[in-house]
């Protein structure tokens, strides 16, 4: 599977057909948590890509969730409370709108996580507890009002976030629609060697439209990465913005 393949889907992203409904009802994305203030409301929107369910010390179920959105993946966390109304959603792959409230955590960085560099602390973590799950079916693709109005943001006066308008204006972008199996794989290598904070959109034909999907690495957008990028997919198909 091209998920496991590269750690994004190309062909068809799975929320491709719900982008309308989610960017309405949701009031943060992925990237937009760490913005947030911890015990703050928020709802959020993605395919779930993994479920490990346990048991607490009272031998109560709960669960850790892995959600996926455009943006990246969210940690929920899902207290044998709601875990009880809402576990006949928690399978993978089900598309779902979560309402819950930000949880940060403090993790020690691993050498990994610091390039090798000495160490330099702790960092938070920020994920969700979870308070409530919506499915989401086929009659909910591109109308919103089939979902609880869940994405009302009060920090915004009550409006409706959307997080598209808020994609940062610092983002390496590469057209990847026709690129070959192999040439991916070469170019997530390629990525993965200049590690930085530009996020990175690939850019591909689906459902008649252009869809943008934001990949899971960040780059340092430097005249050689451009270059070893151009040199895989061509200098016509690559850009900031």
């Not at 703050?40 to 892995?66: D, H, Q, S, W, Y």
Request: hydrophobic share 35%; with cysteine; glycine share 8%.
């Amino acid at each position: 599977m091209e998920k496991d393949l590269l750690g994004l889907y190309l062909s068809d992203h799975p929320l491709l057909q719900y982008r309308d409904t989610l960017e309405k009802v949701i009031s943060a994305s992925s990237d937009q948590l760490k913005e947030k203030a911890e015990r703050e409301e928020v709802t959020v929107g993605g395919v779930i890509a993994r479920v490990r369910k346990l048991t607490t010390k009272k031998n109560e179920p709960m669960a850790f969730v892995t959600l996926e959105d455009f943006e990246g993946q969210i940690d929920v966390t899902v207290f044998p409370d709601a875990y009880k109304e809402c576990v006949k959603w928690l399978e993978t792959d089900g598309i779902v709108v979560v309402k819950g409230r930000i949880n940060r955590r403090e993790r020690v960085k691993s050498p990994k996580d610091r390039g090798g560099q000495p160490d330099e602390g702790s960092e938070a973590s920020v994920g969700i507890i979870c308070e409530s799950v919506t499915p989401l079916t086929p009659r909910d693709r591109g109308n919103p009002k089939s979902v609880p109005p869940y994405g009302r943001d009060p920090a915004n006066g009550g409006k409706i976030r959307n997080p598209k308008s808020e994609i940062s204006a610092k983002s390496l972008n590469i057209r990847v629609g026709g690129v070959s199996r192999d040439r991916l794989q070469h170019l997530r290598k390629v990525l993965g060697e200049f590690s930085g904070e530009s996020p990175v959109y690939f850019h591909l034909p689906a459902n008649g439209s252009m869809a943008k999907v934001r990949i899971e690495v960040k780059v340092d957008p430097s005249p050689k990465l451009l270059s070893e990028i151009e040199q895989v997919v061509g200098k016509e198909v690559v850009w900031m913005e």
